[in-house]
């Protein structure tokens, strides 16, 4: 009997007109480990949600057949175990201890089988902290492994993992991927949804692509695949080992200073810091969580007034504003000057469609109705984005409500761009078209900064880079 | 924010109490205090509940501290009764312009915030000693409540505080798409509204996704459910509850043998 046995499986969510996944052969032994690629959309977390008996009758459309040990993965439950993405929404209790003992739990154990389970679980992750440790004073990293603990309480044979590293910074990676290979049995069938190959590569034997139509477009062992698919497969937007990207180093030498930061602080968020932002430059900040990173890019761009220092725009990015620090100026007046990029795109969707979304920020700033289309018809097509012009922004994809976040700060044209993590769990393809877009922007003269994790990110575009974690000054 | 961590010394005797009892005696208490309109006997359930706050093992100040929302709008109560009830009867204390102060309106304002308190200060006491976590291990367990209601409700209990930063983030997200109000109050309160949608957007999106996970873990199954944490309500329980309704009842036959008692209906 095999672990999981597929044919010819489809599903469509309900209300959807494409099907998620659909024409689906496939078979997993016990025991395997199984990377699960595909551009995104390929229907790689509607699969597990599948597997994982997620998915009602009647929330869909189902073709084909979904086996987990011989069963109808809806009674087979048991047999399953599925970590997400982010930890934020996992944990249920209040103390880690308590949200280990939740599923066994709910599977109805003996209570006194229940806390020799939790401590191993949690032994198995290594865990540091105690049960009673509140599981709100945990990192992302720490709260991902507990969850992982959660997970293993529950001693499916069947692991399911969808990007559980996505939302970490390299760091709190290192720690689940640290977790899972301490973590797994003989006879634990691993399967795992991962962008970043370099971390999901040592944990898994055996790569299953899926193609972005439909039914499986690769299959083997990691090395046969790469082979004989890598250059494809990095096209399409995987992150395969052994291509790398060119570097995109300023074309021209940076110009005149936009904007300065002098021993802007904001305690306990942020420490004392300087800086200085020139046009047609890119700078990088970076440094561990919690140094204060996205506080300053919310420092920079105008949004947060500093508790200590300020923000000094210059008179080549602000004319005669720049005697008033970015913060005090109207919303329409910044807007054209300093464009910010969030960490999490939701954020910033004010409307119901995607080329609304666009428009918003030129008609903020009295362009004409033409001057309007002109700018959102450019964007659309510069991010691929025109057939999802009348699509709401929640709906988007991860990678579409990136580009769609990116897209509408650019609309109104800003002289500065501060980005906060634009790549963070980006594929390949949409991670090459925003540098492919940050570089042009640049070598335009519009100075950029962006708060980022991302190593590659900063080798391939940054003139300069901030470290931050103690106070410190760059010239 | 608010602030709902239990801030008692957890040996204190009546803090340890089941949390179920504890509720049971705070709501016993409040329904009988409620039937007066006299301001003696909700006195005197204040003064049995503050002599017994060291029992709680919560001291005065914090208590002070958590109730702050209770005493301002008390305040208010007071000075919108005394300024302008219909009711003038009694002596006259103050007469300034259009201001008239008697003893009637004073003792019924007095009686009015007197029975505010006395109704609120068992559940902010309740509030005070009692773990969360505790209450829906013991409303499952001792008052029989659906767990899937029970923890639900803890579960997205734990996101509220998660909803300030949401609102601080959703707002400055807003000025970096060119979006503010400036003085207009009319463009204030559309802002207001829709930072307000896109906040509860967020919310049901993480709500949902937090209700697959906890599916995902079985929360979902008919599989009768096992307890990992036990809560026992046992007779010292039973007698906390026999003990609120006498208090009460004490404070209702005094105010009866003094003559002040006022029922609610008739």
Redesign the interface.
């Known amino acids: 009997m095999s672990a999981v046995r597929l044919r010819g499986f489809g599903w469509r969510h309900a209300g959807r007109k494409r099907w998620a996944v659909r024409g689906l052969d496939l078979r997993i032994e016990h025991g395997e480990r199984v990377l699960l690629l595909g551009a995104s959309g390929a229907g790689k977390s509607t699969l597990l949600a599948a597997l994982?008996g997620?998915l009602p009758e009647d929330s869909g459309e189902r073709e084909g057949t979904v086996e987990v040990d011989g069963r109808d993965p809806r009674t087979a439950?048991?047999e399953v175990?599925?970590l997400?993405q982010?930890p934020?929404?996992?944990?249920?209790?209040?103390?880690c201890g308590?949200d280990v003992?939740?599923?066994?739990?709910?599977?109805?154990?003996?209570?006194e089988q229940?806390?020799p389970r939790?401590d191993e679980a949690l032994r198995r992750v290594g865990f540091r902290y105690g049960r009673d440790r509140p599981t709100?004073a945990l990192s992302g990293g720490e709260q991902q492994r507990l969850a992982l603990a959660?997970?293993l309480a529950?001693r499916p044979r069947l692991l399911l993992l969808d990007e559980p590293t996505a939302n970490l910074d390299p760091a709190g990676a290192a720690l689940i991927r640290d977790a899972v290979a301490a973590a797994l049995d003989a006879d634990t069938t691993l399967l795992l949804v991962e962008h970043r190959l370099t971390e999901a590569l040592p944990l898994v034997d055996r790569v299953v692509v899926l193609a972005p139509g439909g039914g499986v477009h690769a299959d083997g062992t990691p090395q046969a695949v790469f082979a004989a698919h890598g250059e494809a497969l990095a096209a399409e937007g995987v992150w395969v080992p052994g291509h790398p990207l060119p570097p995109r180093p300023a074309t021209t030498s940076a110009g005149e200073t936009l904007l300065t930061a002098d021993e802007l602080a904001l305690p306990p968020r942020l420490a004392s810091v300087s800086l200085s932002v020139r046009a047609g430059e890119a700078l990088a900040v970076h440094g561990p969580n919690g140094a204060g990173k996205s506080t300053l890019a919310?420092l920079l761009?105008g949004?947060?007034a500093p508790a200590a220092g300020r923000v000094t725009a210059t008179a080549e990015l602000a004319g005669g504003d720049a005697r008033t620090p970015p913060h005090r100026w109207?919303?329409?007046a910044?807007?054209h000057r300093i464009?910010?990029v969030?960490q999490?795109p939701?954020?910033?969707?004010?409307t119901a469609a995607v080329a609304d979304e666009l428009a918003?920020?030129p008609r903020?700033?009295g362009r004409t109705e033409a001057q309007v289309r002109a700018t959102v018809d450019a964007l659309l097509d510069r991010l691929r984005l025109t057939a999802l012009a009348e699509a709401n922004p929640?709906t988007l994809s991860g990678g579409e409500a990136r580009r769609l976040s990116v897209a509408?700060?650019l609309a109104?044209a800003p002289r500065l761009l501060v980005c906060d993590e634009p790549t963070f769990g980006q594929d390949r393809r949409t991670w090459r078209e925003l540098v492919e877009l940050f570089a042009e922007l640049r070598d335009n003269g519009h100075g950029l900064v962006t708060v980022t994790h991302d190593p590659e990110f900063i080798a391939t575009l940054a003139d300069r880079q901030v470290r931050l974690d103690h106070p410190r000054s760059v010239p | 924010m608010i602030n709902l961590e239990p801030v008692t010394r957890p040996d204190a005797p009546l803090a340890r109490r089941n949390p179920v009892a504890k509720l049971a005696a705070a709501l016993l208490c409040s329904v009988i205090l409620i039937a007066t309109l006299d301001p003696v006997a909700p006195a005197i359930a204040i003064a049995f509940e503050l002599a017994l706050l060291p029992l709680f093992g919560v001291r005065l100040r914090v208590l002070a501290r958590r109730a702050m929302p209770l005493l301002v709008s008390s305040v208010g109560v007071l000075g919108t009764l005394v300024l302008f009830a219909a009711e003038r009867s009694g002596r006259i204390l103050v007469e300034a312009g259009p201001f008239l102060v008697t003893s009637g309106v004073l003792i019924t304002a007095l009686g009015l915030v007197l029975r505010m308190f006395a109704v609120a200060l068992p559940g902010v006491i309740v509030v005070a000693t009692t773990d969360p976590t505790d209450l829906a291990d013991a409303l499952v367990q001792n008052a029989r409540l659906p767990a899937r209601f029970a923890y639900g409700a803890l579960a997205a209990f734990r996101m509220v505080p998660l909803l300030t930063q949401e609102w601080q983030m959703i707002s400055m997200a807003r000025r970096a798409r060119g979006v503010d109000a400036g003085r207009n109050p009319l463009a204030r309160l559309r802002l207001f509204g829709s930072t307000a949608f896109t906040l509860l957007v967020g919310a049901i999106r993480r709500g949902t996704r937090l209700a697959v996970a906890m599916d995902a873990r079985g929360f979902d199954t008919t599989t009768p459910r096992s307890m990992a944490r036990r809560q026992h309500f046992g007779r010292a329980d039973g007698l906390l509850i026999a003990g609120a309704t006498l208090l009460a009842g004490v404070a209702l036959t005094v105010s009866v043998a003094v003559g002040t008692f006022r029922p609610l209906i008739g």
């Open positions: 994982a997620l439950r048991e175990g599925l997400f982010d934020e929404t996992q944990l249920v209790m209040a103390r308590d003992a939740f599923g066994p739990e709910n599977r109805g154990l003996p209570a229940i806390w939790v709100a959660g997970v529950l919310l761009g949004l947060l109207r919303a329409p910044l807007v464009g910010s969030f999490d939701e954020h910033q969707f004010v918003l920020g903020r700033t929640y509408t700060a109104t």
